[in-house]
């Protein structure tokens, strides 16, 4: 058993150092499947809003899975500026033309998350077919994340991090630090309800185009701000989770999302809405079934037990190389 948790660490650390940061921040995406719990019709409500906390809570396992699962990784972003210019046409929409004109493993080198999207949502609708609880709970808190971050633009380019432009900790300021700071006082969560997609493959793939276009403006809007910022005044300190951090200060914060002209705003506010909408047109493809059996469900002992192990293979990695926020 140590063995095994030592192996586990030990490549969690070598992950570490090769995957970018793949989230919106923990606090962000659970947000944004708590309020996607709202866009849904009564039919569907009557299911989700009794384990909106699940819903919730578990949005962020799939980032908990990333540094233990090698083909985790990949999932969450696409490096698209890879294929070229805007709109990208060297790319082709669907995966089995991209992987014979790119193969497998060179798509997944460069990320999936189009891709990925489009397989959560058929098992999301296989396991509304089969009326499964603990199957639909599960998957329709992950596609919720893979759905959010595709809307984040710098999981759209190869730039993830500002790594190549001496902007790194860009990626954890756009989506952990603004939010946090300033979702609950400044932004509008109040969205009309979800609509059924036609052709979900198109749906998120120009959500992915819209990402990849707005990356430049993330990077550059930053650089132009931090002329205007001495260091003292970009960055400050402040305790989190009992310790005494370095961050982007709130001034600073506060400025950059203002030069963004609410970006980070709408595309918070288009994930809720797109998550809820591909969660409404898995239940419509899978034939409408009647959910009010399943409201009394709960997990089995075996799948919460599951869940724990997660969490713990989480904070066992946590503890030993702290988490990383890029």
């Given at each position: 058993m140590k063995s095994a948790l030592r192996s586990l660490l030990l490549s969690s650390i070598l992950l570490l150092a090769y995957l970018p940061s793949y989230c919106w921040g923990f606090y962000a995406h659970q947000k944004i499947n708590y309020y996607a719990v709202f866009l849904l019709p009564p039919e569907m409500m009557l299911l989700y809003k009794p384990n909106i906390n699940f819903i919730s809570e578990h949005a962020i396992d799939?980032?908990?899975?990333?540094?233990?699962?090698?083909?985790?990784?990949?999932?969450?972003?696409?490096?698209?500026?890879?294929?070229?210019?805007?709109?990208?046409?060297?790319?082709?929409?669907?995966?089995?033309?991209?992987?014979?004109?790119?193969?497998?493993?060179?798509?997944?080198?460069?990320?999936?998350?189009?891709?990925?999207?489009?397989?959560?949502?058929?098992r999301l609708t296989a396991a509304f077919k089969e009326k499964n609880f603990s199957r639909i709970m599960k998957n329709s808190a992950e596609i919720g994340h893979y759905i959010a971050d595709a809307h984040v633009p710098l999981h759209a380019s190869s730039n993830h991090n500002g790594q190549l432009t001496n902007q790194k900790g860009i990626h954890g300021f756009w989506e952990s630090r603004v939010p946090e700071l300033l979702a609950e006082k400044e932004f509008d969560f109040f969205i009309g309800k979800a609509i059924y997609i036609k052709e979900p493959g198109d749906f998120i793939w120009d959500r992915v185009l819209e990402s990849g276009k707005a990356a430049d403006s993330v990077l550059t809007f930053e650089r132009e701000l931090s002329k205007s910022f001495s260091e003292d005044q970009k960055?400050?300190?402040?305790?989190?989770?009992?310790?005494?951090?370095?961050?982007?200060?709130?001034?600073?914060?506060?400025?950059?999302?203002?030069?963004?002209?609410?970006?980070?705003?709408?595309?918070?506010?288009?994930?809720?809405?797109?998550?809820?909408?591909?969660?409404?047109?898995?239940?419509?493809?899978?034939?409408?079934?009647?959910?009010?059996?399943?409201?009394?469900?709960?997990?089995?002992?075996?799948?919460?037990?599951?869940?724990?192990?997660?969490?713990?293979?989480?904070?066992?990695?946590?503890?030993?190389?702290?988490?990383?926020?890029?």
């Open positions: 799939p980032d908990k899975r990333r540094y233990g699962v090698p083909d985790e990784g990949p999932r969450h972003y696409i490096d698209i500026d890879h294929y070229g210019k805007y709109p990208y046409e060297a790319l082709p929409h669907k995966w089995t033309e991209a992987v014979a004109k790119f193969t497998e493993d060179s798509l997944k080198a460069h990320g999936i998350v189009p891709w990925h999207v489009q397989t959560m949502l058929g960055y400050s300190f402040e305790e989190r989770n009992g310790k005494v951090i370095r961050q982007y200060s709130s001034a600073f914060t506060i400025a950059f999302n203002k030069k963004l002209d609410g970006m980070i705003e709408r595309r918070m506010r288009q994930s809720i809405f797109c998550i809820a909408s591909f969660w409404f047109t898995a239940w419509v493809n899978a034939g409408q079934p009647d959910l009010k059996s399943l409201v009394k469900q709960q997990f089995s002992e075996a799948e919460i037990k599951e869940f724990d192990n997660l969490n713990q293979s989480w904070k066992a990695t946590e503890k030993m190389i702290g988490r990383q926020e890029e």
